[in-house]
């Protein structure tokens, strides 16, 4: 098993390495940046507007609202990446690893807003009357032909193997051992808890998935981000320097100081982008699989929507849990770093910081089960039919209880990392090959409506 695990360490290693994707992600996200004119700065406004309170468009074609597609997008990534990935980013690559995560968000928005926008466009309704959209589609018929084909199949491949690590054992695994480490329950409980309530949700597909998450993500995210805010009052006086170590970190790399070893710029770009990517998805394709659910006739209108995800992912909630663990330094004590985070609290809460890190981790995961269901289930849908999407549930349930106890956390991280990877390679190749078609699209719908938070009359 340890040559195994040695040899996906090294694949991992060179597909998130200085010459493969990480130039790949953060130059893709930088083009259509600039061929947008940074859209995701002019108009983050108007987009949290739409997204938080028009939130739906009735007149719409779709499973669920604009906000429940959100939210649906946000309980796939609103998961341990925010408490765990941030944690363990920052004992691999130090302090430094946070600026190049915020990095990744910022034009992580532009990569989102431009998947959302071709998974609307290019989307289908499936034998059940159900959307089914996202890379496999507009690779596939967007780019046409055998290469468009070939693409939208490995992505499809890819996704549907991906969810069982990123959405399925990582956070079943991760709230397993919280839970135990915080309060005790055996991990067989917590996995057979896990199930079935997600068997519940899951079984009754995105309409059913769509209403769980509009109201379980904004609980979980305020519950959250209100224990790390009381954290950082607690240490308000360390985060100016915090905000120094974080910036100068990032390139020049961290000194050997406690128990942290040490480790050089790279390993701080690296692990903040691989973390980043595993956080927010940007990148990845799956924004467009939840987009296209969305009830909109306009696919620019729901890009907007759903690149506020990556914002309120990235800048917001795994901001505070890096401040928090920065500003404590209890990144100096070394390790693994998947305790990171509840000892950080501990510091302001005391024993009730760990409780509150383990519920957060817990809401966290499970709803990050529920969107990623429902990415996997559309990549089959693709590949082999409407009739392949039942028993794929019934696999990925299984799943659930079998990852919460049968991996250590890191081997779980590096299959992730490892899946994401190979998922992000053909998506990022359809979103340059499609660039044109994102700004044709963009450039039409502004030239023709001032105001993009009002619903539009036009049927397209």
């Not at 079943?172 to 068997?199: C, K």
């Not at 050089?264 to 903040?272: D, E, N, R, S, W």
């Not at 973390?275 to 799956?286: C, Q």
């Amino acid at each position: 098993m340890s040559v195994i695990a040695d040899f996906i360490t090294a694949v991992r290693d060179f597909v998130w390495g200085p010459y493969l994707l990480i130039p790949l992600l953060l130059l893709t996200g930088l083009f259509l940046t600039i061929i947008l004119k940074g859209l995701q700065f002019r108009q983050l406004g108007p987009s949290l507007h739409l997204a938080l309170i028009v939130r739906r468009d009735p007149e719409g074609d779709g499973d669920v609202s604009h906000f429940q597609a959100l939210t649906t997008a946000l309980a796939a990534t609103v998961g341990t990446g925010n408490i765990v990935g941030v944690a363990t980013a920052i004992a691999l690559g130090g302090p430094g690893a946070l600026f190049w995560m915020w990095i990744t968000g910022l034009v992580g928005m532009a990569t989102k807003y431009s998947e959302a926008l071709l998974g609307v466009k290019y989307r289908h309704t499936d034998a059940a009357g159900e959307k089914s959209g996202g890379p496999a589609f507009y690779l596939t018929n967007g780019i046409g032909g055998a290469y468009g084909k070939f693409l939208g199949v490995f992505f499809a491949i890819a996704a549907a193997i991906a969810a069982f690590g990123i959405g399925n054992m990582v956070q079943s695994n991760a709230t397993a051992s919280n839970i135990e480490f915080a309060f005790g329950v055996p991990v067989v409980v917590t996995a057979a808890v896990l199930t079935v309530l997600a068997a519940i949700v899951i079984l009754g597909g995105i309409r059913s998935i769509g209403r769980v998450t509009a109201v379980l993500v904004p609980v979980m995210a305020l519950f959250y981000v209100l224990g790390a805010t009381i954290v950082l009052l607690f240490n308000i006086t360390a985060i100016p320097g915090a905000l120094v170590t974080i910036f100068s970190s990032a390139f020049t790399g961290t000194a050997a100081t406690g128990g942290f070893v040490g480790v050089g710029i790279a390993a701080a770009i690296q692990f903040g982008v691989a973390r980043g990517i595993f956080s927010n998805e940007s990148g990845l394709g799956t924004g467009g699989i939840a987009a296209a659910a969305a009830q909109t006739r306009e696919p620019v209108r729901q890009a907007m929507v759903s690149m506020t995800q990556t914002f309120i992912d990235t800048l917001v909630i795994c901001s505070f849990t890096g401040l928090a663990i920065v500003t404590t330094g209890v990144w100096q004590e070394g390790g693994d770093g998947a305790n990171y985070t509840q000892a950080a609290f501990a510091t302001a809460l005391g024993s009730v910081g760990p409780a509150v890190v383990a519920v957060g981790l817990a809401l966290f995961a499970f709803s990050t089960l529920l969107g990623w269901a429902y990415y996997g289930e559309r990549n089959m849908e693709y590949l082999f039919g409407r009739g392949a999407v039942f028993p794929y549930r019934l696999v990925f349930i299984a799943v659930i209880f079998i990852g919460a106890f049968q991996l250590p956390l890191e081997a779980a991280f590096t299959f992730s990392d490892l899946a994401n990877g190979i998922m992000a390679l053909p998506n990022l190749v359809g979103l340059l090959l499609l660039s044109g078609v994102i700004l044709r699209e963009t450039n039409q719908y502004f030239r023709e409506r001032r105001d993009p938070t009002q619903r539009d009359s036009r049927v397209r």
